[in-house]
């Protein structure tokens, strides 16, 4: 999947902008790098280092199997203080089974269950059906590198009360709720649990939480949500499409501890079939930091209760539809003399195709420095270079 995204931007590179957004739509991904550039190898033939900084921190060490934990220090944005399981040991996935009450050694769930600090591995290509939903506890890293790991028509991940997570090179598609069952959450602990939500990774009082080069599709509600008073979370290089509400950020309007929350949203691409939530963000602080986003069909960025929020340096690549041209949404407000004290910027932005972003609020960097968390590079690298959202291919030996 990660290679559709590196197909799409190719087109940005060589086409022009307008002619590129009919390109993506209606060139199947299979044809189009090899029309571009004829080769199906593209990653082989380019420097390794794109001007992506967490990729440039990892991807050009043929031995990152070898030195899989260097990846916690690759981090960027606000949840980069995440180390995951960097201390601890590695645990060894060999089993895709799932017993969600009392999961057997060497099943996912008994490796994210554990109290130590885990660097969770797979040791062949699995599709993981979970039962129930995943209760991690804090101090994991689940590393999908070099495996194909799958985790689909099931509950997927859950993120609760814990900190210190990372999550790469995944693919999580078609989650959906299930509950009122017995699921364990630690070694020397189950209990009942109610109905799930169906999210790709829900994440509720969480925080240092870091999703990277995960795709993800198609779930029952969000790919990712993070409510309740979770903060510290940066959400980087993933590829999503095919979804209806994608990200939400804040509990609700009324729930106050949501207020400082800072998520940082880069490097990702917005793929075909999104429709809204881009994410839909509530009174905290939003650094949304060269992302692609491509054919939204309601809006890209929303909120709701005042957030701040940073655009900076991505690529708005509106549809064709007359309707959906703007990047922004206010969600219920009062009107414009609610809203328009909402510190809401674009900065440095590339719009195409009539893509426009509603600007409110202050414009002086000082508003938002509670929302920034790294240095945007400009839109236009995004457009140079070919950079690979989503799950990766990497090979044991080989440059990532
Ligand atoms: C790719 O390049 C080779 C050698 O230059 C050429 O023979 C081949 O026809 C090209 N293929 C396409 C699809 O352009
Ligand atoms: C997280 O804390 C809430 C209370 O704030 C509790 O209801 C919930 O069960 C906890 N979840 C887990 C997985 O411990």
């Not at 689909?152 to 999580?172: D, E, F, K, R, W």
């Not at 429709?275 to 491509?294: A, D, E, L, S």
């Not at 309601?298 to 929020?309: D, E, L, Q, R």
């Amino acid at each position: 999947m990660s290679a559709f995204s590196l197909f799409s931007l190719v087109i940005l590179l060589h086409a022009h902008f307008t002619s590129s957004v009919r390109l993506l739509m209606q060139t199947p991904a299979s044809t189009r790098w090899s029309s571009m550039k004829n080769t199906t190898e593209p990653s082989r033939t380019e420097p390794c280092r794109t001007g992506n900084p967490t990729d440039d921190c990892w991807r050009c060490d043929p031995d990152w199997e070898t030195n899989r934990k260097m990846l916690a220090d690759c981090a960027i944005g606000f949840g980069r203080n995440a180390i995951g399981g960097r201390d601890g040991e590695f645990y060894v996935v060999t089993d895709a089974n799932d017993d969600p009450k009392n999961p057997s050694p060497g099943t996912l769930r008994h490796a994210v269950i554990q109290y130590e600090p885990l660097w969770i591995i797979f040791d062949h290509d699995m599709v993981i059906n979970l039962k129930e939903e995943l209760i991690m506890n804090s101090y994991k890293t689940i590393d999908g590198r070099g495996s194909y790991i799958e985790l689909s028509h099931g509950p997927c991940i859950t993120i609760q009360n814990v900190t210190n997570i990372i999550i790469h090179g995944i693919y999580i598609h078609d989650c959906v709720p299930a509950g009122n069952a017995i699921v364990r959450d630690r070694p020397d602990h189950y209990g009942p649990r109610s109905i799930s939500d169906g999210d790709g990774i829900s994440i509720f009082a969480g925080r240092d939480i870091w999703v990277d080069h995960c795709t993800l599709a198609n779930c029952k509600d969000g790919l990712i949500d993070a409510v309740y008073g979770s903060t510290a979370i940066t959400i980087s290089n993933n590829y999503m499409f095919h979804h209806n509400e994608v990200m939400l950020l804040g509990h609700n309007d009324d729930f106050l501890a949501d207020k400082k929350m800072q998520v940082t949203i880069a490097f990702n691409y917005f793929g075909e079939g999104l429709v809204q939530r881009m994410p839909r963000c509530r009174h905290g602080y939003f650094h949304i930091v060269n992302n692609v986003y491509t054919g939204w069909k309601m809006y890209a960025i929303g909120g709701s209760a005042n957030p701040t929020i940073n655009s900076q340096g991505n690529v708005f690549i509106a549809a064709d539809d007359i309707s959906t041209k703007e990047v922004t949404k206010r969600e219920n407000p009062l009107g414009y003399d609610d809203w328009k004290a909402w510190n809401w910027r674009s900065d440095g932005d590339l719009m195409l195709n009539g893509a426009f972003f509603k600007p409110s609020g202050q414009d002086s960097p000082g508003s938002y420095a509670r929302a920034s968390s790294m240095v945007a590079r400009p839109a236009s690298l995004l457009t140079d270079i070919i950079p690979s959202a989503g799950i990766l291919n990497c090979k044991i030996g080989q440059q990532c």
